[in-house]
């Protein structure tokens, strides 16, 4: 049903499909697992940075679009923990993406009122990345709409990791007891502390797997998989993934 629903969707503008959504029932939270710049790159013959710097002009849409629709919060899976594994240049590539994206939409996302996040470990990043995005952190502290989430050097059994580590550290030093511990005081202590769980979380590129991403915070999050790779992902694949989580009946473990 859900592959009908997806076949007459892309046969629609993304105007049309828009239009199709409720607007009473967007989800205000959407994460995506950008996957898929390496390959794209590999099928035009072209080298892995050459995906990547494509998939940078995608996340520059889908930030626009997720705004116009009005998406509170959007989170990007920019940097894993685990990249640091790439060759070298492909890793000095990713850390200027940021400061190239935000040199040049720092303006507009200004004007559009988008608030720029980060959540991961900051203190490893290179120094003019770092520089890059504490700079739009900063510029972009008071707007009120879209928040601009960019997980950055970013794990999820490291954030869960970390959280335990403060909270044992507030039981040692006895401000908090053990039978005091629950949810929200883990929740406030990671690195999504004042946002909301992910209503919809989007993988691209065929890959059906959470990677070590928001482990935690997706526990009854919406799921869009498709095989589309990120570089060709657009603001029709976002509409689309919408309407398909309209059609989700979300129970939370209710009936
Ligand atoms: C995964 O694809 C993608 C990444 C590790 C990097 C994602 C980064 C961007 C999309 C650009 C970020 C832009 C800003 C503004 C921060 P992959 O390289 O693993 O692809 P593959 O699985 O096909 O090899």
Redesign the pocket.
Known sequence: MLEKLSKWKSSLSSQEIKDELDQANIPKHIAII???????A?NKGLP?IA??RE??K??NKVVHKANDLGVEVLT?????TE?WKRPKTEVEY?MK??E???NNELPKLMKENVKVRLMGSIEELPDHTKKAVMKAVKETENNTGLILN?A?NYGSRFELMDAIRKIAKQVELGSLTSEELNESILEKNMMTAELRDPDLLIRT?G?IRLSNFMLWQVAYSEFWFTDV??PDFNEKHLTEAIAVYQKRARRYGGV
């Open positions: 950008m996957d898929g710049n390496g390959r794209w590999k892995r995906g990547h998939g940078m995608v996340v990007l899976y920019a940097f894993s990249n990713l993406l940021p190239r994206f935000l960019f950055l590129s890959e790779l990120w």
